[in-house]
């Protein structure tokens, strides 16, 4: 094997993978958020049977979980504009990923709402609640905390999923990567350090809701 | 539409390379799960440990990440590997690090008692596993299976970012050929349209393994299992 | 009907006809039932009979197939969700297994409803919730929250819930029937003491003793229907119904 593997080099690169990997945080942070939001809002679409809505919530739902997310990043990027709508690169990346993201939240956060128990249905109506104040007071806040478990992990799909948009030409982690590769040619280098990047990514992301579920659902045992 | 009509030996093409991906990917992907999920449930140390590492690696790290490693790095090693290879060998190996989790999942949600009850009735280790835990580990595991393999699929359109002229790189080239020819860009319509195809093969996939599910629950009511709700759920919330 | 409610004024609530399906089985078959201000009525019978039925009906958490309900005099638009809301607001309820909501202390949960549907504001809600935990000796468990409650004191917030809306009457479906026998009695005193200051209520109880001593009047339900109703004493000593003697001989 005559390739030697050169850990200066990626001391060397630190500063292109910093503003790589400042950029994969970028994306990912502001898509996870919006794709939680619109995720929880189309739950309650979908688990209040909204008229009309809840059939569009769920076909919605169901295409995006059944194409794959590089296509619709293709679509939205070089499709779109030729109906008018253009977008940064970046602004395509954030509307791909949280489209795609809120499609599984949608879902996550539906079955968090259904585990609601019905006696608490009760409760909320014989004390003179909406069934939207039932929703918003109780629902959502015991069903996000049942649903956090499979919330997180559409979390960190996300921002794995945020190296996708290097085919679209957005400076992240991994576009970096692949730049320097095609330059300097330090293959098992780049890939080990942006490897590694990942992996501290993804852990320290479970670890941060680990924590963040503990503190939910410390006054609490049941639900 | 029109695009579509004239290029349909490109497409045709395109989704023959898609299948072969993808059939390919989910047999490799299927075994893999299989024998590194049985791997991570034994009480060898060394066996769990290896399991393990090997799950969090491929699970953690971006799919196109190890794609674009296995593709690039492999004539390092001297091992060069064609696109279409390189493609089979990651998807095949990231199938099979998220199945095993699956498998890992189904196989842990079986309640400790009945384990214990089949050992109490004098049943060898092997034997428990073969005919107590597995045939209960199995049903509940086909859902949380069937969304990984919609989203194999899926994934086989990555293998056209390193130049496997499957359907998604086949659109690409319609879209790159008709915008340099013809001045203007068919992407809407011809990446719109890849899409519901993709849709309609998930869709078939879909009814496929729910059929099988219906058959399997079937044979097992059969033969009296218990109700599987919970083994079920804990193998969807390992997806 | 009996002679007891039916020579007061009007009636707090006056259900007529109350009849209820599920599938193809009857939980409620034409039940009447009129409720005077400060009368106690308790429900008793078999498990089956109706009983909860009876009291979801009344508040609309079971919307009746058939016949009509009037609060305090005026009818009840049943197909309507804002009409039942409206009754909601006047009749409270209290659960078999409490249901307070487990994400909010004991006071949230409290002041939830009043502050919400625009009975109070926050300060005053607080207020009234800490007066009324007082009552029922719980004063220091207003920041708790419900997993950190027994059994018996869940109950009692529950009951201070529904106390906090300032009902006109409560619904009590099985309230002491999911608790160990040592929490019964604290919340039996809670109910004993509202019945002394006049608070209407409708208890489905298999408390024979409280209902015995408590109530204003027992009615006992069988197979969907009303069998026999009348005074505490007359119903639960000397039934003039057969079904009634024997399930009061089965359960005593």
């Known amino acids: 094997m005559s390739y030697q593997f050169d850990t200066s080099y990626i001391w060397g690169q630190s500063d292109a993978l910093g503003a790589g990997l400042l950029m994969t945080l970028k994306v990912s942070a502001i898509s996870i958020l919006a794709a939680v939001g619109i995720g929880i809002l189309g739950a309650i679409v979908r688990v209040m049977q909204v008229r009309g809505l809840s059939a569009v919530v769920a076909g919605y739902v169901s295409f995006i979980r059944n194409t794959p997310l590089l296509v619709q990043i293709f679509f939205i990027f070089y499709g779109l504009p030729s109906v008018g ?49 039932f929703m918003l007071l109780i ?17 960190i799909s996300i921002l794995k999923n945020s190296a996708y948009l290097q085919a679209i030409g957005l400076a992240e982690l991994t576009f970096v990567a692949m730049e320097r590769i095609s330059l300097e040619f330090r293959t098992l280098e780049m890939f080990a350090a942006i490897g590694i990047i990942y992996l501290a990514l993804v852990l320290g992301l479970s670890i941060a809701v680990r924590a963040l579920e503990k503190r939910l659902h410390r006054p609490f045992e049941t639900a | 539409m029109q695009l579509i009509v004239e290029n349909y030996i490109l497409f045709g093409n395109g989704l023959a390379w898609t299948f072969g991906l993808a059939v390919l990917t989910l047999v490799f992907a299927t075994v893999i799960s299989l024998f590194v999920g049985i ?7 060394l066996l769990t440990v290896a399991a393990r590492i090997y799950v969090e690696v491929f699970r953690d790290i971006p799919l196109l990440v190890s794609l674009f490693f296995i593709y690039f790095g492999a004539p390092l090693i001297g091992l060069p590997l064609d696109p279409f290879s390189a493609a089979v060998v990651t998807l095949s190996l990231w199938g099979g690090a998220n199945g095993a989790e699956i498998v890992r999942g189904g196989f842990n949600a079986i309640p400790e008692h009945q384990r214990t009850s089949a050992a109490a009735l004098g049943l060898k280790p092997w034997q428990i596993y073969w005919y107590v835990i597995a045939p209960q580990a199995l049903l ?14 899926q994934s086989t359109s990555l293998a056209a970012l390193i130049g496997v002229p499957e359907l998604f790189r086949m659109a690409q080239i319609v879209v790159e050929r008709t915008t340099i020819m013809e001045g203007y860009s ?24 729910s059929r099988l599910e219906r058959a399997m629950q079937h044979r097992l009511k059969a ?17 | ?36 201000r400060g009368e106690v009525v308790a429900v008793i019978g078999p498990s089956g009979s109706g009983k909860s039925t009876l009291i979801r009906c009344l508040n609309g958490l079971l919307v009746p197939d ?64 800490r007066n009324l935990l007082a009552r029922v000796q719980l004063a220091d468990k207003a920041d708790a929250y419900p997993a950190q409650l027994s059994g018996g004191q869940l109950q009692r917030v529950a009951i201070v819930r529904a106390l906090a809306m300032a009902p006109e009457a409560l619904l009590l479906d099985e309230p002491t029937s999911a608790l160990d026998p040592e929490m019964i009695a604290e919340v039996l005193d809670v109910l004993r003491t509202l019945s002394r200051e006049g608070m209407t209520m409708v208890i489905v109880t298999h408390e024979i003793g409280f209902a015995r001593e408590a109530a204003s009047r027992v009615i006992f339900m069988d197979q969907a229907e009303i069998v026999e109703q009348g005074a505490a004493d007359a119903v639960l000593t000397a039934p003039r119904e057969a079904r009634t003697r024997t399930f009061l001989d089965k359960i005593l």
């Open chain 1, 139 to 155: 629902a959502v806040p015991l069903g996000v905390r049942v649903a956090l478990p499979s919330v997180l992990n559409t979390s």
């Open chain 2, 186 to 209: 068919p992407a809407f319509t011809i990446f719109g349209a890849i899409l519901v195809v993709y849709y309609l093969i998930s869709a078939a996939l879909n009814a496929l393994t």
């Open chain 3, 1 to 36: 009907m009996t002679a007891c409610a039916s020579n007061r004024a009007v009636p707090l609530i006056a259900a007529e006809g109350l009849t209820k399906c599920f599938a193809k089985h009857t939980a409620l078959r034409a039940v009447s039932l009129s409720v005077a």
């Open chain 2, 39 to 45: 791997m991570s449930i034994t009480r060898n140390r």
């Open chain 2, 140 to 153: 509940p595991i086909i859902p949380p299976f069937t969304g990984l393999f919609t989203l194999l699929v």
């Open chain 1, 85 to 133: 709508i253009h977008l940064s690169i970046f602004n395509s990346g954030v509307l791909a990923l949280v489209v795609w993201g809120a499609a599984y939240n949608v879902e996550n956060v539906r079955g968090g709402l259904l585990a609601v128990p019905d006696d608490l249905r009760d409760a909320g109506a014989a004390l003179g609640l909406k069934p939207i104040q």
């Open chain 3, 66 to 129: 058939a016949g009509t309900i009037r609060i305090d005099g005026a009818p009840v638009d049943m197909r309507q969700q804002r009409a039942w809301r409206a009754v909601r607001l006047r009749v409270g309820m209290v659960f078999q297994d409490c249901s307070l909501f487990p994400h909010l202390s004991v006071l949230q949960n409290i002041t939830l409803a009043p502050v919400r549907t625009g009975r109070m504001r926050r300060e005053q809600a607080a207020e009234t919730a």
């Open chain 2, 223 to 239: 033969r009296g299992a218990a109700d599987m709700g919970s083994v079920r759920r804990q193998a969807e919330e390992s997806v």
